[in-house]
């Protein structure tokens, strides 16, 4: 039997919702949300729920620096848009409607990828002129997080409302185009050295990497021009691909170029 990605990352995905609602059991484990929290006395915080609360509020917390540069660091090593991939359940729960709709056969449409980067300027723009950190307070991530640590399921209608618009307008059209924390980690991970390696002499060119990728674009220029990695930052290296692939064509290893 072959190694596969998807049940170790399933399990990850699952084991933040459980590490969120940890406090509900009466554990102190994690104590906090995805944008900051403390993971058993260690500090962790958002790099881009740093950056708004700096620019809204143009006052410097060091500590707060810290702990989300530790966190930026680590998601530059393994790289890409990991934090979708594997930890945000936003991004769970529009990866199952995404693929229910694939199977009734609607929403087939997508729009480009280039989409978050303009909502993260928005965002960034937005929280040094207003003054206020407003994502935080509209994200579909921290609505997330806080109805499942204060049992408040109200606010998880914009979730539903989320993968309605993609069920029947667009698919993934929130983590695809829209979430600006989607559009940081795409920047990072441009650079980050982990990537998802490419074999032009296995490959049998059948596409099935392509029909399951959620961001399918990020293919074709290594399927193309033998690049060798998949180098665009939008890689969310959920591992699909390298699950799917008949040849073995695919698999993960360290920046050459």
């Given amino acids: 039997m072959s190694f596969k990605w998807w ?5 990850v995905q699952l084991g933040v919702i459980a590490l969120i609602a940890s406090p509900l059991a009466g554990l ?3 104590r906090g949300n ?4 403390d993971l058993l006395g260690v500090g962790l915080a958002d790099p881009l729920a740093f950056m708004q609360a700096t620019l809204a509020s143009h006052i410097f917390i060091l500590s707060f620096f810290g702990s989300a540069l530790a ?6 090593v393994i790289g890409g848009r990991t934090f979708c991939g594997w930890v945000c ?3 769970l729960v529009t990866e199952l ?9 609607i929403a087939e449409r997508s729009y480009s990828l280039s989409g978050t980067r303009w909502s993260l300027a928005v965002t960034l723009s937005v929280s040094l ?6 994502f935080e307070m509209l994200s579909p991530i921290g609505i997330t997080s806080r109805a499942i640590m204060f049992k408040s399921w109200t606010p998880l209608l914009l979730v539903l409302g989320i993968m309605i618009v993609e069920a029947l307008a667009a698919r993934r059209i929130w983590c ?3 979430c600006p924390v989607g559009g940081f980690y795409a920047l990072l991970g441009r650079f980050s050295p982990l990537r998802v390696g490419f074999s032009r002499q296995r490959c049998t060119g059948c596409g099935e990497c392509s029909r399951v990728c959620p961001v399918e674009e990020v293919l074709a220029p290594s399927l193309v021009d033998g690049a060798g990695q998949v180098t665009s930052g939008d890689c969310t290296r959920c591992g699909d691909c390298i699950d799917i692939c008949p040849a073995k064509a695919l698999d993960v290893n360290i920046w050459y170029k």
């Fill in 97 to 105: 409607n995404d693929r229910l709709s694939r199977y009734l056969g």
């Fill in 7 to 11: 049940p170790i990352r399933r399990l």
């Fill in 129 to 134: 002129l207003a003054g206020i950190p407003l």
């Fill in 34 to 37: 995805l944008a900051a929290g």
């Fill in 89 to 91: 359940p936003v991004y």
């Fill in 176 to 178: 695809r185009s829209l």
């Fill in 28 to 30: 102190n484990i994690f």
């Fill in 71 to 76: 966190v930026a660091a680590f998601y530059f």
